[in-house]
Nanobody, 123 residues
């Protein structure tokens, strides 16, 4: 069982930056691939980024590539999402998720989810 708690969301102007954190419980955090997803009102949950258990492999959604960076610190049981050059269309609730095995783009591939943190980007 893994419990995930996101933090770091808030209100930021377009062009600004935020860093989201996701703290995980459990001693086996390092065996999980982690992902970030987001969901805007009236839209489906969207893949943002994923990172392998070792941190050696990362993948990004096309809409955030080059602006967002996913990383993890297995000693702290934490995964991060550094978001730069934010745009109003990045406004959404951001969720972190965990899955055993390799990275995945798919929402249904993940076994555990956090409660989400709101990110609002003003124009």
């Amino acid at each position: 069982q893994v419990q995930l708690v996101e933090s770091g969301g808030g209100l930021v102007q377009a062009g600004g930056s935020l860093r989201l954190s996701c703290a995980a419980s459990g001693r086996t955090f390092s065996s999980y691939a982690m992902g970030w997803f987001r969901q805007a009102p009236g839209k489906e949950r969207e893949f943002v980024a994923t990172i392998s258990w070792s941190g050696g492999n990362t993948y990004y959604g096309d809409s955030v590539k080059g602006r967002f960076t996913i990383s993890r610190d297995n000693a702290k049981n934490t995964v991060y999402l550094q978001m730069n050059s934010l745009k109003p269309e990045d406004t959404a609730v951001y969720y972190c998720a965990a899955r055993r095995g390799g990275t995945s783009y798919g929402v249904r591939a993940y076994d555990y989810w956090g409660q989400g943190t709101q990110v609002t980007v003003s124009s």
